[in-house]
Structure formats: structure tokens, C-alpha cells
């Protein structure tokens, strides 16, 4: 779990502990959040969002692949052989008989990784999950308008973790502003911001971490921009979201997926 970068600054990863997967309420440490799970949120469908994946060590990801997910650097313990992850995915409550439960065979954390930028990692299954994946945007051209944020993290800082799924819709901030809110803390060529700056109310939170951003392309297929990654609490005015861009890595992310 990552220490603040400085007081009430949190990557969205959970520390889950003795809360477990089964329980009502479980809890990463990375992520903004608002009034309702994935703060501000409401509850997502069944089906909705099937690339959607929970992670054991309480983070969230997406299926990059059948047998891979995409999720944070800070949400992994470096690279290698790892069959401790377990990822839950094709359902939306947490709890359901049908979900479909796959053991974690490697661990590919960002190279150079070192808690500032870079925030994504790859982790392979031991078998493929039978459900669509999310494609991942290998341009700027979407980086801009609404996007969809979605998690089993914190409705509000310090909360517990939700056993259902729930989502969100959170407009783009332009570097400019982000910069504003987080100084030099912002790495604006491998992050991208997004939430309400002057009300806040919506974002991701704790537990969030290492799920997904995304928006619909063109062709209305989800095309996914950001990695939930660090902010300042959760859904606080004057501090939007901070996610890594997807686009930064697409290249590297397909070579390490190709490799792993």
C-alpha cells in the first residue's frame, strides 16, 4: 500500500486486511470517490461493464486481454512469478454465485516504475476469462470530453469498500488546472485529470485504484484513457482525479503484453 505523497494525498489503492471479498463494505488506498460508490456514483448493471475486474488486494483492473488485466503499478509488488491475485470478474455484485474467480500466474509491473508517473502494471491469468476486453487508447484524440470511472471502492474517504459495482461520469481537466490543484506532484506527460474542480462531489476513491477510465470511441466502443491512480482525498472541491494516460503506454503495454 503507498504512503501520501503529503497529508490527505492517497494513491486509490485498499489495504484490505481482515475485510474480505464477501464482506458488505471492503477497502483499497488509491482513488477519488463522491456521495455514492465511486463517490457520487450509482449502481452499474449487470452486464454493463463486463471488462470490469475486481482484485484480491483490493484493487480494481480490466480485462486488457482474455488471460491479462490491465491495472496500477502501486496496486502490485514489483515483477515476477505471483500467484497470490485472485480476479473476480462478470458480475457486478461481488458476492454472486456466478462470478468467475482466476488465480494471477505474473505480475508485470511498469519498468522504472517509482511511485511518481508510470502507474500501470499487467497481470497474467492462470486461464482466460471468456468475457469482452477493453481496448485501450493509443492517441490523445480522446482524451478530452466525459468519461466513465467504475469500481467497488469507498463512497467517501476512509470508507469501506462496496459489494456492489458502481460508476460514475466525470468531465476532463486540462493539465493547466490540474497543475493548479497538485503542483509539482502532477506528472502532466503520463497522468491525465478528470472531476468536477469546482464542486467536487464525484470521483474515484479508495479502492478504485487500478480501474479503469474510458469513454465511448467513434464507433461506440468503450475505449479506455485512464488508470485510476492518486488525488487529494476523495470527490473534494478544487482537486480533480488523477489517472495515468493510458495513451503514454499504449506502445509499452503491448510489448509487455506481448512478453508476458
Not at 503529503?6 to 464477501?22: D, E, M, N, Q
Not at 456466478?98 to 497481470?123: E, H, M, R
Request: proline letters at 5%.
Amino acid at each position: 500500500m503507498k504512503s501520501p505523497k503529503k497529508y490527505g494525498v492517497i494513491r486509490r489503492l485498499l489495504a484490505i486486511g481482515a475485510v474480505t471479498l464477501a464482506a458488505v463494505s471492503l477497502q483499497p488506498l488509491s482513488a477519488h470517490a463522491a456521495p455514492a460508490p465511486v463517490v457520487g456514483g450509482t449502481r452499474a448493471a449487470q452486464g454493463e461493464f463486463p471488462f470490469m475486474v475486481r482484485l484480491s488486494m483490493g484493487c480494481g483492473g480490466a480485462l486488457y486481454t482474455k488471460s491479462i488485466v490491465l491495472t496500477a503499478a502501486h496496486c502490485v509488488n514489483g515483477s515476477g512469478s505471483n500467484t497470490s491475485i485472485t480476479a473476480t470478474a462478470g458480475v457486478v455484485d461481488l458476492q454472486s454465485s456466478s462470478a468467475v474467480k482466476v488465480k494471477s500466474t505474473k505480475v508485470l509491473q511498469a519498468p522504472g516504475y517509482n511511485g511518481k508517473g508510470k502507474d500501470w502494471a499487467l497481470i497474467k491469468l492462470a486461464r482466460p476469462i471468456e468475457l469482452p476486453t477493453l481496448k485501450i487508447a493509443t492517441n490523445t484524440a480522446y482524451n478530452n470530453g466525459d468519461f466513465t470511472v467504475a469500481g467497488w471502492g469507498a463512497t467517501r474517504e476512509g470508507g469501506g469498500q462496496q459489494r456492489y459495482l458502481l460508476k460514475a461520469t466525470v468531465p476532463f481537466v486540462d493539465d493547466a488546472t490540474c497543475q493548479r490543484a497538485y503542483g509539482s506532484d502532477l506528472v502532466p506527460g503520463d497522468e491525465i485529470c478528470a472531476g468536477f474542480v469546482t464542486q467536487g462531489g464525484v470521483d474515484t476513491c479508495q479502492g478504485d485504484s487500478g480501474g479503469p477510465m474510458f469513454r465511448k470511441d467513434d464507433t461506440g466502443a468503450y475505449l479506455q484513457v485512464g488508470i485510476v491512480s492518486w488525488g487529494q482525498g476523495c470527490a473534494e472541491p478544487g482537486y480533480p482525479g488523477v489517472y495515468s494516460e493510458v495513451s503514454t503506454f499504449a506502445a509499452d503495454i503491448a510489448r509487455a503484453a506481448a512478453g508476458l
